[in-house]
């Protein structure tokens, strides 16, 4: 479809979308222009989050000429917040997804957003010539919802956060450890290499398609449908196979050559399903060698995990920085600090000029950090940052 479009030798904008079964992020860019990172979203708050988390983990792939797609909008369609409608606005833009109104602008309720949708500054830094995504750089606490399928929206995904990299012991990301009952855990961070099953509680089915994707999360999730037995495994000595306890499938590297899943155990996949353990450091080795020849192993993906708290930040083309400071889970409103440490671009004492890109008004200049006061729940403060 693209070489079609191409030949065409007319500017035409390609959009794909395969709902993110197939780690599109990885290797979608040279295909098309944007591409669906997460599943359909829908109208409610809870569904609509995730779907940053699902941007933050592959972020690094998107750039000019190609991004990543969060679904239309829903801000304006009657459910939201006002609080919610920005920041769900606010957060698509800083990570570079295409803003679609999904509202009927006949409606009362989506003419009332218009504001929103029209704000020159929030456009400008969507529509920013670097068009570089803002990354989570920083999160505390605990958001409360789960990874997995909880809450109301129930078919959302895990994150497809498990991938192979270049070997290196001291790469933390890849030191995992086997624990007696089957959990397979990144010390890291505590989470457990989990098969991403359970929908309509189908935890044995052996689907011949991609779509029994494979992360590392929390561990005995109680929002799955399958008693745990996701987060098991059983490693084959002989075979050197990792083998899923709820579906018997095998740990199976993607032909992609960056991403793992789950499918049947099959000697014609015997390449793709074979796992060295090497116990002295904790590293699954895969046999598969990429194109750079280098021994790959399992590991997780180093974006920064959501929090009750979050800060987000980003390079603009200018030498400015976006700064978007997120109230994801705090009951009530809350005071919360970007500390320019962690923001790329900034660091430990440098000073900035700072503007409120919502309420267009210049603060002045500060030095080490900025602090936003009174964040509503579930609400958002967006800064332009130009580091001085």
């Given at each position: 479809m693209r070489d079609a479009l191409n030949a065409t030798d007319r500017p035409i904008f390609y959009s794909a979308c395969e709902w993110a079964v197939d780690f599109p992020s990885t290797w979608m860019k040279p295909v098309a222009n944007q591409w669906r990172t997460t599943y359909d979203i829908q109208n409610l708050w809870d569904c609509v989050v995730p779907h940053v988390d699902w941007q933050n983990v592959f972020a690094d792939y998107f750039g000019p000429g190609g991004f990543g797609d969060m679904d239309i909008l829903e801000v304006g369609n009657g459910v939201l917040t006002p609080d919610e409608g920005k920041a769900h606005?606010?957060?698509?833009?800083?990570?570079?997804?295409?803003?679609?109104?999904?509202?009927?602008?006949?409606?009362p309720d989506c003419?009332?957003?218009?504001?929103?949708?029209?704000?020159?500054?929030?456009?400008?830094?969507?529509?920013?010539?670097?068009?570089?995504?803002a990354r989570r750089v920083w999160s505390v606490g605990d958001k409360g919802v789960p990874y997995g399928k909880s809450g109301v929206c129930g078919q959302e995904e895990l994150p497809q956060n498990t991938v192979i990299r270049?070997?290196?012991?001291?790469?933390?990301?890849?030191?995992?450890?086997?624990?007696?009952?089957?959990?397979?855990?990144?010390?890291?961070?505590?989470?457990?290499?989990?098969?991403?099953s359970g929908q309509s509680n189908q935890c044995s089915q052996n689907?011949?398609?991609?779509?029994?994707?494979?992360?590392?999360?929390?561990?005995?999730?109680?929002?799955?449908?399958?008693?745990?037995?996701?987060?098991?495994?059983?490693?084959?000595?002989?075979t050197r196979t990792l083998i899923?306890?709820?579906?018997?499938?095998?740990?199976?590297v993607h032909s992609a050559l960056v991403n793992v899943g789950a499918l049947p155990c099959d000697i014609s996949r015997q390449g793709?399903?074979?796992?060295?353990?090497?116990?002295?450091?904790?590293?699954?080795?895969?046999?598969?060698?990429?194109?750079?020849?280098?021994?790959?192993?399992?590991?997780?993906?180093?974006d920064v995990q959501g929090g009750a708290e979050e800060v987000f930040a980003g390079p603009l083309a200018n030498g400015d920085i976006v700064i978007l400071i997120w109230n994801r889970n705090v009951e009530g409103s809350a005071n919360i600090t970007a500390d320019f440490s962690y923001i790329p671009g900034l660091g430990a004492g440098k000073s900035a000029s700072i503007r409120d890109v919502w309420e267009h008004t210049d603060l002045?200049?500060?030095?080490?950090?900025?602090?936003?006061?009174?964040?509503?729940p579930h609400g958002v403060v967006v800064y332009r940052a130009s580091p001085q």
């Open positions: 606005f606010s957060l698509w833009a800083v990570m570079k997804s295409p803003l679609l109104i999904g509202c009927d602008l006949s409606k003419i009332s957003n218009v504001t929103i949708f029209t704000n020159p500054e929030v456009l400008a830094i969507s529509q920013d010539a670097l068009a570089l995504p270049e070997c290196d012991p001291n790469d933390p990301y890849q030191i995992w450890m086997r624990s007696s009952n089957g959990s397979i855990i990144l010390p890291l961070t505590g989470e457990c290499l989990q098969l991403d689907w011949g398609v991609w779509t029994n994707n494979v992360a590392s999360s929390l561990c005995n999730d109680p929002a799955s449908s399958c008693g745990g037995k996701q987060t098991l495994w059983t490693y084959n000595e002989i899923n306890n709820a579906s018997g499938q095998c740990l199976t793709m399903q074979t796992w060295s353990w090497i116990e002295s450091n904790g590293q699954f080795v895969s046999s598969v060698t990429p194109p750079s020849g280098v021994k790959s192993c399992l590991a997780r993906t180093k002045g200049t500060v030095t080490g950090s900025i602090t936003a006061t009174s964040v509503p």
